[in-house]
C-alpha cells in the first residue's frame, strides 16, 4: 500500500502531505484499510501505518509484556551443577556480577539495555495507552511518546536471549546446566513485546486521539 | 511524466523528527505545531556528530578484539580469552553454530558497520550521485544489526554470574569487555546520528 507522491506545481493542503523520514520525499497522506501499512514510493521507508485495532492490541500485548517481564525477573534463566554445587543467574544477578568483579562500565550497559530501558519503555507505553483507552491524553504526550522512540533502540532483551543460548552451549561441555523457568518466560516476552511494538504506530496514535477527541487529563 | 519528486525541503517544509507532522515554519518559529519538538531541516550536525562516534568506535575496535574480555581461572592455572580465541574454543569443542554466531555478531557485525558508515558519510560528504537507493538500504542494514553485536557482552555476564566456584573454577570479567561495549554503544549513536536524507538531497539539487 503506497501513499501517492505528489509532483512539482500542485498546490496541496500542508496538512495532507508526510514527507519521508528517509528520504525527505513528500507524498499525499491516504487512509489506510486495517492492517495496512504506507511505504516511501522512492526508498521504500515505512511512512505510516494503521495496525488493525491498534489501541486494543497494544494495550492488551504491553501488559502481557509487563507482566511476563515481573515474572522473568524473579525466577532463574539457568542454573549450573557443578559437582553439587549450584548457582543461577537472572536478569538482574548479570548485572551484579559484573558490578561485584570490578567492572561497574559493563555492568551498568548490561543494566541499561535489559532492565532500566525495558521498565522504562513498558512504563512510558502503559502511560500513553490506559488514559488513550479511556479518552484521556496524558499530560506530556509529546515528550513521553519520544522517550519511547528513543527507548525502542536501547532495548535489546531479544539480543540478551540469543547471549543465554550461547551462554548454555558454551557451559554445556563444562557442568550440568539446566534452562530456568524464566528462559522460557523471555522467549515469549520476545515475541510479545515484538508483536506489541507492531500494534503501535506514533504517527496513527496521534489520529486515534484526534479522531475520538480525547480529553486532556489533569 | 518527467516532473521531477518534489521533497519537503524543496517546498521550504519541515517535518517534526517526533511526531511527523509537516508544517511550514513562520518568523523563524522553530517548533513543531502539534508535539512541540524543536525543528531542524536535518539532523543537527550529522555528519560532525556521525564521524566523531565513528572514529572513536574505530580507536576502541583495536583493544576490544586485541584484549582479553574475560578470565577463566580454577585450581590448574588461569587462561584468558579474546572475542576471537573464544570463537577458536567454541569451534574446537564442537560447537561450530554458535562459533560462527558469535564470529558473525562480534567481529564482523562492528567491522562492517565501520566500513560501511565511513563510505556513507565519505559519499553523503562528496554530495554522490551514485545509487541512492542501494546506500539508503546499507544504512538500514547497518542501523539494523548494530544491537546484535551485544550478544557477547551477555555471554561475558552470564558465565561471570554462572562460574563462580570459589577455588574450583570462576570467570572474571576483563578490560577488553569494556572496549567492546564502547564499540556497540558508539557504533549505535553514530548511525543514529547520521541522517539518511542527506543522501538524496544532492539529487534534489541536481535536478
Known sequence: MGAGDISMGSSPDISSLIACHECDLLHRQTALPPGG????????????ANPRDSLNRALALTLAAAILYVTLNVLPIVSLDAQGIVTTATLLGSARALHAAGMTS???????????????????????LVPYKFGYTPPQMPEVLRAVHM???WGMIEVYLLGVMAALVKLGHLAIIKPGPSLWLLAALVFVLAAAVAAFDSHNFWHIGEAAGNRPLQ | MSTPPVTAAALGLLSCHDCGLLSKPQDGHMACPRCGAPLHPRKVNSVARAWAFL????????????????????????????IFSGVVYLWNSGSEPIALLILFASIMVPLAKLITLTYLLISVQRRSLMRPLLRTKLYRLAEFIGRWSMIDIYVVALLVT??????????????????FGLVVILTM?????????LIWDPIEDKA
Do not use: W
Open chain 1, 37 to 48: 501499512v504506507a511505504c516511501c514510493t522512492r526508498c521504500g521507508a515505512e511512512l505510516y
Open chain 1, 106 to 128: 559493563v555492568a551498568l550497559l548490561v543494566f541499561a539495555t535489559t532492565i532500566f530501558v525495558p521498565t522504562a519503555y513498558l512504563f512510558a507505553m502503559l502511560y500513553l
Open chain 1, 151 to 153: 527507548l525502542k533502540h
Open chain 2, 55 to 82: 572514529i572513536a568506535a574505530a580507536v576502541c575496535y583495536i583493544p576490544a578484539n586485541l584484549l582479553p574480555v574475560m578470565q577463566a581461572g580454577s585450581m590448574f592455572g588461569s587462561q584468558k580469552d579474546t
Open chain 2, 162 to 179: 554462572l562460574v563462580q566456584f570459589g577455588g574450583f573454577a570462576t570467570i572474571e570479567p576483563a578490560p577488553g569487555a569494556i572496549a
Open chain 2, 189 to 197: 549513536i553514530s548511525a543514529l546520528s547520521f541522517d539518511p536524507r
